[in-house]
């Protein structure tokens, strides 16, 4: 079912012109007199309240950063908080008219955005729903504090739990609403639709992305909204997100029913400065930040200036905006120009910018005009808007003196239990499936042409007499990956991928050979070239509640998406308290014969950092039954596949690889070949070198070597390694990736510690050169070959008798290498 879209030489070769339309700019010019036609004057108090709330809140927390005090109550809090103080009207118009299910990410400066929203959902929500939210949330526990001191009606308690959940988080409480693990910078709370705040600035561009794609794909109500700095306008990632976010194919190529723009609106918090740079003028070309949505599409993203001093005028944008995006013609782009009257941080001494201009700024105030305003309108009088400033205040001091106090919003005891952050890095649960409903597929799976195919393989690589089958014969080890993603998409309707070449082409290794013809198009689709949105737009969708497999082509590009796969991706599950699951499996091909930048393995980096799942399956048998562990589970796995065995068939696992559903759990290596002598302990391809050797090793000198396949890097069960150890006292350990700083370097380490009262000889690795991956003619001299474990073997452990090494594995070589940085 390949799609057919026709492109017409002489259509695309005319000459013409490209021409743009209008980008308004702040063009709202209602008065209150006339909002009073849509809006209560209890409404539009209640805008100042919410712009008054957030106003205080950060001025309290501006006092505790520059004097230690607020109200008379000390405190000392050395963490971050960048204050949004002048930006509260772009906040809550942001917020007014959005519902429960529309979702808001956001940057480092959050917490008017968090309290906008927050408000505006306790307004909107139900008090059955708030008492429900809010004794459901961590089994009540904020509920509980914030309830002794709490007079008057649900909606007041709920206001309460806002600013305590919030604060407490900010100052690190194990009572904030991320447990104290999220902080100032990443604080959110999803049941009020307020998802997760990234201190990597632009870090929400691509993730939000995700989550509009989750609401699409699921068909959940609401739109989503990326919060995002002017100046984070020159990140990849918001460059990405908008890509991914406009691809055609949303509104060509997807069935009727989930045809059309993502629901997603780009909403920059355009305060016109970064820390200190100034975007415009200096760091960026855009002159009118607004221009951008011009080039992006023919829609030019609707894009439009709006005045954020005025929360009438961003309310009346977001209206218009959302029923936009509610009629699918997203994205959509809006610039909310605002000014930030606080520093960047409260050690910010604005040395970038004039007092004139600050002055400039404070005397058009949001909150004094807009309750200006509503005095001049008979809206609310003086003493009204007055009495709303002192209760906010009394509120702010009572929520500051719930949160600093110890004994009711302790701290984590990581005396008392060590490891409590460490079980928040994984969920490791097993799910079926995150949603009840029938997969969208597009025929039964027996049909399915490559599963039809598939069935007339041989399961297991060698016939009767011990020889290998053609490789067309043989169930190879990207069959092995086909069938457990095939089998999850028939068990998961949740459950997507999207990477580069996908569909048609059947991903760039013919992995998903037969999906195209299995799934419709919001199930598989190609993605931009953006490796960064790849990545990110899947942890968007995962936290929101679905699964996802996103795919970089080749291991080098993960460079691209450094960010999302670093700091996102294996983060958010213990940041957010463990109230978010991460169920990603990121398909990474590790290349060959391409050269320098297509043959990298960066396993160990991966591995390196805390929170991500790592696997690297060597044979069809472990492919499959590691993917289908991977994709029951609900934590994020980099799920590594070498390109030099695709092909192989399955020579070690008797009876072949079995049709049916098996797991493999994730950490657990397996002894591939039993022995005596040595270990050999390999992770990736280099089995099938380590298996040549051994058999060398053993024709030779009669030696035998106890074969181990790491299959996982992270987790990893030392046992069986250990326990081989100590038998042979003696072990290799070898990877296709560059020695230096290696995943194997890290075992070497390990099994020297826990072992070495057993050892004869240092643990050994072999790995590949530390230099660029030459060309595929000079592979030989760069990755491990057999003679290499013989050499090693025999220069490092054990002698050889009569054995001629070819490469010097010496202590002085190894020297000379490392002082050359080679
Ligand atoms: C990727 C990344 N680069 C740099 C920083 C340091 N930094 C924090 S805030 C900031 C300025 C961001 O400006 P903008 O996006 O306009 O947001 P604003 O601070 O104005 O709200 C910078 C450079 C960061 N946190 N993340
Ligand atoms: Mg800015």
């Not at 806002?162 to 194990?174: K, N, Q, S, W």
């Not at 030099?644 to 070949?673: M, N, Q, S």
């Not at 992770?683 to 181990?708: N, P």
């Not at 220069?795 to 594995?809: A, C, E, T, V, W």
């Amino acid at each position: 079912m390949s799609k057919k879209q026709y492109i017409d030489p002489e259509k695309e070769r005319k000459p013409g012109y490209i021409t743009f339309g209008k980008i308004p700019l702040n063009q709202y010019n209602r008065t209150i007199q006339q909002e009073r036609e849509n809006y209560s004057d209890e409404d539009l108090v209640r805008i100042y309240r919410d712009m008054v709330i957030i106003r205080e809140f950060e001025t309290m927390l501006n006092r505790v950063k520059t004097t230690g005090e607020y109200n008379g109550i000390r405190y000392s809090h050395p963490g971050p908080a960048h204050l949004s103080i002048g930006q509260e009207a772009s906040a809550v118009g942001m917020a007014y008219h959005l519902t429960v299910d529309d979702f808001i990410f956001g940057s480092h400066r959050s917490h008017g955005e968090i309290l906008a929203k927050g408000l505006s959902a306790i307004h909107q929500s139900e008090e059955h729903i708030l008492v429900q939210i809010m004794s459901g949330y961590f089994d009540g526990t904020i509920l509980r504090i914030v309830e002794k001191g709490g007079k008057g009606e649900v909606k007041d308690l709920a206001v309460r739990f806002l600013l305590y959940g919030t604060l407490a988080e900010i100052f690190a409480r194990e009572t904030g609403f991320n447990k104290g693990l999220g902080g100032s910078m990443h604080a959110f709370f999803p049941p009020f639709g307020i998802y997760p705040n990234n201190a990597i600035v632009g870090g929400s561009g691509d993730i939000s992305v995700g989550a509009a794609l989750f609401k699409r794909v699921n068909k959940k109500p609401g739109i989503v909204v990326a919060n995002i700095g002017d100046a984070s306008m020159g990140c990849g990632p918001v460059w990405e997100g908008i890509s991914f976010a406009s691809m055609d194919q949303f509104k060509t190529l997807w069935d009727e029913e989930y045809r059309g723009g993502l629901p997603i609106l780009f909403n920059f918090m355009n305060n016109q400065y970064g820390m200190g740079g100034q975007t415009r003028g200096e760091t960026m070309g855009y002159d009118i930040l607004a221009r951008v949505g011009a080039g992006v599409n023919p829609e030019m993203m609707h894009a439009e200036r709006v005045d954020g001093y005025n929360p009438l005028a961003v309310m009346d944008a977001f209206k218009r905006k959302k029923a936009i995006l509610e009629a699918r013609k997203g994205p959509v782009l809006l610039d909310t120009l605002t000014y930030r009257i606080s520093g960047h941080s409260p050690s910010d001494a604005s040395s970038y910018r004039s007092k004139e201009e600050i002055e400039a700024w404070k005397n058009v105030d949001s909150i004094i005009e807009f309750g200006l305003q509503l005095m001049t309108a008979g809206v609310a009088s003086a003493s009204a808007l007055e009495s709303i400033r002192e209760k906010v205040k009394d509120l702010t001091t009572e929520i500051m003196v719930l949160v600093v106090d110890d004994t009711q919003s302790s701290r984590m005891n990581l005396t008392r239990d060590p490891d409590t952050i460490g079980r928040k890095m994984f969920s490791n649960e097993s799910v079926n499936t995150f949603d009840h409903r029938d997969p969208e597929v597009c025929l039964p799976i027996g049909e399915n042409p490559r599963v039809l195919q598939i069935k007339k393989k041989e399961r297991f690589g060698l016939d009767t007499d011990g020889k290998p089958f053609s490789k067309v014969k043989s169930f190879q080890l990207r069959d092995g990956i086909f069938e457990a993603i095939i089998d999850r998409f028939y068990k998961d309707p949740t459950l997507i991928a999207f990477g580069e070449e996908n569909r048609d082409w059947g991903g760039a290794f013919a992995v998903y050979r037969g999906l195209t013809e299995a799934l419709p198009y919001h199930r598989l689709f190609n993605a931009p070239i953006s490796e960064g949105a790849i990545a990110g737009a899947a942890v968007g969708y995962a936290m929101c509640g679905g699964r996802v497999i996103p795919e970089i082509m080749y291991c080098d590009f993960l460079g691209r998406s450094g960010d999302e796969v670093f700091n996102q991706l294996p983060k958010w599950q213990s940041m957010s308290g463990n109230i978010l699951k991460m169920p990603v499996v990121l398909r990474v091909s590790v290349g060959s014969k391409y050269g320098a930048q297509h043959s990298q393995d960066w396993s160990s980096i991966v591995a390196h950092i805390p929170g991500l799942k790592v696997v690297f399956p060597a044979t069809p048998y472990d492919a499959k039954g590691l993917m289908n562990a991977a994709l029951q589970g609900t934590d994020p796995v980099v799920f590594f596949e070498s390109q030099r065995i695709y092909d192989v068939g399955e020579l070690f696992h008797e009876g072949g690889v079995p049709e049916e559903y098996y797991e493999i759990p994730i950490g657990e290596p397996d002894i591939k070949k039993q022995g005596k002598d040595i270990t050999i302990l390999s992770v990736g391809a280099t089995l099938y070198t380590i298996m040549e050797a051994s058999e060398e090793l053993s024709a030779r000198w009669g030696i035998s070597t106890e074969v181990i396949d790491g299959r996982s890097l992270v987790p990893f069960n030392y046992e069986p390694v250990l326990e081989s150890v100590k038998k042979t006292g003696k072990i290799i350990l070898a990877s296709d990736a560059s020695s230096r700083g290696s995943f194997m370097k890290e075992m070497a380490q390990t099994v020297t510690e826990l072992a070495f009262d057993y050892l004869d000889a240092p643990p050994v690795v072999v790995g590949s050169r530390n230099w660029i991956v030459p060309a595929h003619e000079l592979e030989e001299f760069f990755f491990p070959q057999k003679e290499w474990i013989l050499d090693a073997c025999h220069q490092k452990i054990m002698p050889l008798k009569g054995y001629n090494p070819s490469n010097d594995f010496s202590d002085d070589e190894q020297i000379r290498t490392n002082r050359l940085g080679i």
